[in-house]
């Protein structure tokens, strides 16, 4: 198998992951309502910061709209911007996201399992937008 062969394969497999890993997110999101419940009656309502289940969200609509568009597409729009987006956009860096995380122990763990897994996906989505610019440029110096 050639390197080129290779490459143009790569990007595909990919994206089916990507298609199985939103469907994953799906059933463990649901997967994790009692203890959204639970979490939210802990939590303090502020008018000045995010919840750490309101940050979840963001991140998850964020995430999961870029996996949906690869999913529909193979592709999404505004590409380059996307790709700075994920990059900068580190699920532990969120100072609620992390304090949740690393404070609770052992609780939580099927929260701290569907966290894992969304900034997996972003991971991966980045691998993918990375992947397909590499064969544009590949395809680009041939013709």
Known sequence: MTKATLNTQNPEITRNYITHLLQQLTDDYKNTKEERKKLASLSPVSDEEFTVLEEIELLTV???????QIQARGRIENEQQAIERLQTMHVFDVPAIAQFYFVTDGDYK???????????????????????QNLQQESAQIE
């Not at 929260?111 to 997996?120: E, F, N, P, T, V």
């Open 62 to 68: 964020d995430i999961r709209g870029y996996a949906s």
């Open 110 to 132: 099927q929260i701290k399992a569907y966290i894992r897994m969304l900034d997996y996906l972003r991971l991966l989505i980045l691998e993918y937008l990375r992947s397909c």
